[in-house]
């Protein structure tokens, strides 16, 4: 089985479990659901992945004990032979989520068997003591939007880039009913609907809800 939206093996000195559990979240060995469980040491990571490569380094990952997320979102592609559009799922911006600790991190950039695919996505609003900008990593709080939101799959579900994004006003606010229950984001107008956009600090680009009804909205 493939590790197409999350996986786990172990979870090793984690402490309790996170207020969610991911629907989809199996063991690419055993097929079964797991629930994500929060760990003092660990932090989720954001690699960058070769284009073409993300499902084989998230299985890759995945056996070797890791626990990964690989969101993926909709994108019209035009058949080159018939012209015509067809819709099909890419992994958001060739990111893969990983959670774990920062020696583990550098060994599947620097020693994994497939590091050569693998680089960090470095975070570019902060500087260490040396004048460099760290590996970009998210709190588990943060993460849980964007799984939630990608974890459906709904084809509606649509990566936007956030500079060219038209937000409503700089406002959080969060779904109250529907697939999208407790998501927080911003409201922008995207595709000429109203959505909740999802974003990290440091990524390019967010992730948009299916349409949302505006009584389905509460401010944070």
Same mark, same amino acid.
């Given at each position: 089985?493939?590790?197409? =939206?999350? &996986?786990?093996? /172990?979870? =090793?000195?984690?402490?309790?479990?996170?207020?969610?559990?991911?629907?989809?979240? /199996?063991?690419?060995?055993?097929?079964?659901?797991?629930?994500?469980?929060?760990?003092?040491?660990?932090?989720?990571?954001?690699?960058?992945?070769?284009?073409?490569?993300?499902?084989?380094?998230?299985?890759?990952?995945? $056996?070797?004990?890791?626990?990964?997320?690989? &969101?993926?979102?909709?994108? =019209?592609?035009?058949?080159?032979?018939?012209?015509?559009?067809?819709?099909?799922?890419?992994?958001?911006?060739?990111? !893969?989520?990983?959670?774990?600790?920062?020696? $583990?991190?550098?060994?599947?950039?620097?020693?994994? &068997?497939?590091?050569?695919? #693998?680089?960090?996505?470095?975070?570019?609003?902060?500087?260490?003591?040396?004048?460099?900008?760290?590996?970009?990593?998210?709190?588990?709080?943060?993460? $849980?939007?964007?799984? /939630?939101?990608?974890? +459906? !799959?709904?084809?509606?579900?649509?990566?936007?880039?956030?500079?060219?994004?038209?937000?409503?006003?700089?406002? +959080?606010?969060?779904?109250?009913?529907?697939?999208? $229950?407790?998501?927080?984001?911003?409201?922008?107008?995207?595709?000429?609907?109203?959505?909740?956009?999802?974003?990290?600090?440091?990524?390019?680009?967010? #992730?948009?809800? &299916?349409? #949302?009804?505006?009584?389905?909205?509460?401010?944070?």
């Amino acid at each position: 089985m493939n590790a197409l =939206d999350n &996986a786990s093996i /172990k979870v =090793d000195n984690c402490v309790g479990f996170a207020s969610f559990a991911f629907p989809e979240a /199996k063991s690419s060995k055993t097929g079964v659901s797991v629930r994500y469980a929060p760990c003092e040491d660990r932090k989720w990571y954001i690699l960058r992945i070769k284009y073409g490569m993300v499902q084989a380094v998230a299985d890759a990952m995945v $056996e070797d004990g890791a626990y990964v997320y690989l &969101a993926r979102v909709w994108k =019209d592609i035009r058949n080159k032979d018939t012209g015509k559009k067809q819709r099909k799922l890419f992994p958001f911006m060739n990111l !893969l989520f990983v959670y774990i600790t920062a020696q $583990e991190a550098e060994k599947y950039v620097k020693s994994f &068997a497939m590091s050569t695919y #693998i680089t960090y996505y470095y975070n570019h609003f902060v500087t260490d003591e040396k004048g460099y900008n760290p590996p970009l990593t998210v709190s588990s709080r943060d993460m $849980e939007p964007l799984i /939630k939101a990608t974890v +459906l !799959l709904d084809e509606h579900v649509m990566e936007v880039d956030l500079k060219t994004c038209h937000f409503v006003s700089d406002e +959080l606010v969060r779904v109250t009913a529907g697939p999208f $229950e407790g998501i927080i984001g911003r409201v922008a107008r995207v595709a000429r609907q109203k959505r909740v956009v999802i974003y990290i600090k440091g990524l390019q680009s967010g #992730i948009t809800t &299916a349409y #949302i009804p505006s009584h389905f909205l509460e401010k944070v």
